[in-house]
């Protein structure tokens, strides 16, 4: 493990680099798509170095979570939206002087946590040789030990931040039941049969009241008033299904 | 440290990767060239036509002569175009489908890189596939490439999520996720005899996952041009092609790996086992692939809204009560699946 110290340490230090490079563009560049894409980067670079650490099922839920679901939101949301970069950026500029107090504050609670925060050489699972043969302890095989045990309430609590997010997401987009717009429902049209569906209608126009009256009204549209007269009838008789096309040939 | 140790200790190992890199990369390489030539063979046959015949015996250098036109042809880069995102779009494609052949196990110990959690790696790669294409598309600034990108987000993300489900429900029996270990746990029985279900709706995940027909909505030729990759030409057009066919051998990999028992012989007796896993893997992926490309001269494509539909409605349904209903089976030791050792 420790042969491979030196190199363990430079892509440590490539991909924090690049980390910190990415987060700052995430704020700074002019184009909302092009912050999304390097907060992707960003995301990306992080996996990275939790599986540099050994954490490599944090590294690729991450990857899986993040990267491939969250942040492909982000994107779909952002090409969307035409946002005006402008009144963002001024919004920047007048929030600066407290999101640098509070980037402070950050920083120093982070300092004093990791000064006092002593963690033995022998812990530090310097894994670059995960490349070459697997490592005896998985860590999903650790994880499934506690999580469901020792930290049961914890995982719990977990579930149901979820299930509330969920029903949040849900009673975002499920409006009043819409009567106007056409939807198809697979298993009518998969019912539907030769015998049932065509239909041979032998209607005589002339012979029905309100279609003699709208003949009289309308003489240079009779035969168009009584197609469509006699589609609608028929229609109310069958299902919402049966074509009317079909119809229309049988009169003719 | 003399140098004798660095050579041993630091650089030869380093060394080994890259040859071990390169040993799946050179193969692959041709491997994506000529499944051209094998896709347009099956179709040809299927639509009883001769296929590509002129260049090379057979057509045999057909794939060179492709691979040679779209290096040496132009690449045109529209003007209103992000001209970054742009080209960084079909390199992302084209790496993300490299990346992911890290943990594919081609015999007993014949990976570039065991891991234990390979159904993970392999599931998180595939996920970030999609940005390959969205980005494409709304790089590209056309109407009909934007589409495209926005069809395929849709649909990778929904498909994702089934396909996440059967791989767990598959690793409640094998108890590792590691994907050697996956394969040893079928040399009784490969899984595609008791998880029959299982392989079937995996496959189709596939086919969304890789938007192969009928789900090829992204490049719907006769509604969108080409989809995603309308605005591309040249080397950059190869790259997004060269993506598109190494994903879908890569998948086909993977199913081999999960359902067909991956290196391992169909059955462990004298002449079988003599052939090499490799071959076996090889094997059994030309099966799958073939069965793609068998659907694609076969079916009509899906609408969009019957795609999602298919996705959220049934294919997650259903795959989580299997994965309840095999953890069940597990947890109470049931012996339904003969065979197979409960991790």
Known sequence: MENYMWLNALVFYVFAFVLIISALFVVFSKNPVHSVLFLILTFFNASALFILEGAEFIGFTLLVVYAGAVAIMFLFVVMFIDIDTHTIKGGLIKALPVALILGLIFLAELIVAFVSWKIPLTHVNSDLNL???????????????????????????????LLVGMLGAISLTLRDKREDFKTQDISQQLERTYVNTLRIVQSEPQKNDNEKKDSENEKSTETDTANSNSNSNSNSNKDSDSSSDIEKTGEK | MTFQEFWTVDLWPLIWIVIKILCVVIPLMGAVAYISLYQRKIMAVMQLRKGPNVIGPWGLAQPLADGLKLIVKEWVIPAVADKPVFLI??????????????????????????INLGVLFIFAISGLDVYGIVLAGWASNSRYAFLGGLRTTAQMISYEVSMGMIMASLLIFTGSLNLSMIVVTQQHIWFIIPFFPLAIMFFICILAETSRHPFDLPEAESELVAGYNVEYSGVLFALFQMGEYGNTILMSAVFATLFLGGWLPIFDIAPLNWIPGPLWLIAKTAVVVFVIYWLQATLPRFRYDQLMRLGWKVFLPLSLAIFIILAFIAHYNLNLVPHIMIG
């Open chain 2, 89 to 114: 779009a079909p390199m992302l494609s084209f790496v993300l489908m490299l990346t992911a052949w890290a943990v594919i196990p081609f015999g007993a110990g014949l990976t570039v890189s065991n």
């Open chain 1, 131 to 161: 490349a070459f043969h697997a490592t005896q302890v998985s860590n999903i095989t650790d994880l499934g030990l506690v999580i469901y045990t020792r930290f049961f309430h914890i995982f719990q609590m977990g579930g149901l931040v």
